[in-house]
């Protein structure tokens, strides 16, 4: 399956261009560092590109103080991962391990300098984005999340830094291994957040981490925009790409994680391009790095709350603690999420054995257990092939009679052959069974009642749009879903009966609830906007 950048073990070294060293050398300035100054530590933004030119610049361990890693950065090579681009977090500290020589640029002008000189911003580019995937899955950082499994929060927190392709350490606290015992020791033997050395996050949330990593923009350092996208999936994501690309001052908002719904699919194999398939997850996540390049900047996990219009014709989002951010065009992109069931205990027991995707990250509390999957679409689908790898049997419980209207054929025939995997047609589910965790439920069946024991559940059915923020400033049918194009007198199909919002994607009425038409529908709005805009300013500029 396609995975995004390419492995460090194996991509040869190229040192920059001469000229490109140059170009870096006119926008820096050369420094001399002593053995042992720390050009970074852990929980500092990222400010500043350091390319070495004498020297040597380590990782250092936050426990022993010594040496982290083998590899380490010499001459012609350079600081840095995929977060510079958005203003994120060093997860490790990095120091001079001998007399160190560097040139030091700083962030606001390197990106420029990378906008001018694309053979630049491949290179850096590249190294970046493989140098995230070595990080995240080496787990090499400087969070580590301990317990997850016991409480609901440290999970959201787990689920939050995954999604998001974050690196992470996770402590099972049953483990005995000293560095377990030592992290343990500081979480006082409670499920917890710690990050650096000591620091305990009290009452994590995604929130509070995205603080500390830089993902959480300053917005209020900036309130107006040129283009607010609401909801971060691939709809949203291929709009910032392109939006970015045109010179558009634009802001992506998401209340989760980058990819939205799309993003809790552990693998689409019908998008174009990608014959082996690829997670849902890396797929929006090339699109966010594309975004950063051309300047979008992306907050997360923020909430739009409301809406409202100003006397000029533009729009201020509030959003969640009080915040605001005007723009003068508004993109509505936020999808739709899972619809919950009508089942007691349900909400006690979300994230302690009922889920609402299937990543890596649910698929170890499916080991040496059966799992229910509810659903009949391409998501719950996906979902019970890839839980089958781990979870001993698969239930994939569907309320119609055939698969036939709802999942691709590819789809259904190898569920129908998977010895692991059992489809109950005509099949609902009533109870929830468990206390502090799930340990059963019970399906009504067309030959009655059944129980099954089981200690994970992952429910996908329905659709209900992200649509109450917009305070009546956009119509909706009786669903939800915006209302765009002939059904409110606009030619282009994703105009809104409001000047200057647009929808697109899953979100919008009579979309195809498809990956590459969400994606094909953020990418031609764009051009929509761009001349909305500018008809905007040239009204602005005749007044």
């Known amino acids: 399956m396609e995975q995004l950048g390419e492995d460090l073990e194996t991509m040869r070294r190229v040192p920059l261009a001469d000229a ?25 933004p990222m400010e500043t590109f350091v390319y070495v030119i004498e020297g040597e610049i ?25 977060g510079f681009l958005n203003r994120g977090s060093w997860f490790l500290s990095m120091r001079a391990a001998t007399e160190t020589r560097v040139i030091e640029a700083p962030r606001t002008a390197m990106l420029d300098l990378m906008a001018r000189v694309p053979e630049l911003s491949d290179h850096v580019i590249t190294v970046f984005a493989a140098r995230r995937r070595k990080q995240f899955e080496m787990r090499n950082s400087s969070v580590k999340i301990i317990g997850a499994d016991r409480d609901g929060d ?98 992506v908002i998401e209340d989760t994680a980058i990819g939205g719904q799309a993003g809790t699919s552990s693998r689409i194999e019908n998008y174009m391009g990608f014959p082996t398939g690829i997670s849902g997850t890396d797929l929006t996540y ?96 996906q979902a019970a092939m890839f839980l089958s790898r781990s979870a001993s049997h698969v239930h994939l419980v569907v309320r119609s009679g055939s698969l036939a209207a709802s999942m691709s054929s590819y789809l259904s025939s190898r569920l129908e052959s998977d010895q692991k995997i059992t489809i109950h047609y005509n099949t609902t589910v009533t109870a929830l069974h468990g206390d502090d965790w799930l340990n059963g439920v019970t399906f009504e069946t067309p030959d009655g009642e059944e129980r099954v024991d089981t200690r994970a ?69 764009v051009s929509k906007i761009w001349s909305y805009l500018d008809q905007r300013r040239a009204k602005a500029n005749r007044a």
Not at 220 to 229: H, N
Not at 473 to 495: C, H, N
Request: charged letters at 25%.
């Open 457 to 525: 559940l992952f429910i996908m059915i329905g659709a209900a749009p992200n649509t109450g923020w917009l305070s009546g400033l956009a119509k909706t049918d009786e669903r939800g879903f915006v209302l765009t194009g002939s059904d409110v007198g606009r030619e282009s199909p994703f105009e809104t009966g409001t000047d200057g919002i647009f929808a697109v994607g899953d979100v919008r009425a009579g979309s195809v609830k498809r990956v590459a038409s969400a994606v094909g529908e953020g990418s031609v709005v």
């Open 154 to 251: 440290v999970q959201a927190c787990e689920r939050f830094m995954s999604r998001n392709r974050i690196p992470f350490q996770s402590f099972d606290m049953e483990a005995t291994d000293s560095e377990t015992a030592q992290v343990c020791d500081l979480s006082g033997h409670q499920p917890s957040v710690i990050l650096g050395t000591d620091q305990k996050l009290e009452d994590p949330t995604p929130r509070k981490l995205a603080q500390y990593l830089g993902l959480d923009l300053d917005i209020c350092s900036q309130r107006t925009f040129d283009l607010l996208i609401v909801g971060g999936g691939p709809a949203g994501v291929a709009a910032a790409v392109y939006a970015g690309s045109e010179g558009l001052d634009a802001l």
């Open 20 to 44: 490109h060293v140059q170009a870096i050398c006119e926008i820096g300035e050369e420094k001399a560092y002593p053995k042992g100054h720390f050009f970074a530590r852990s929980g500092d």
């Open 286 to 381: 090339r699109g966010q790095i594309q975004a950063l390049k051309f300047g979008t900047r992306f907050v997360m996990p923020r909430r739009v709350v409301g809406l409202t219009r100003r006397e000029d014709g533009s729009f201020c989002a509030q959003i969640d603690d009080d915040d605001e951010i005007c723009a003068d065009a508004i993109l509505v992109s936020t999808g739709v999420q899972y619809r919950r069931l009508p089942l007691d205990n349900l909400e006690a027991l979300e994230g302690s054995g009922i889920f609402y995707s299937a990543t890596e990250m649910e698929s170890r509390f499916c080991k040496n257990t059966e799992v229910v999957v509810i659903g009949g679409g391409n998501s719950a689908g």
């Open 58 to 82: 380590e990782v250092v361990d936050p426990y022993s103080g010594e040496r982290m890693l083998d590899a380490s950065l010499g001459p012609a090579q350079f600081m840095g991962e995929i």
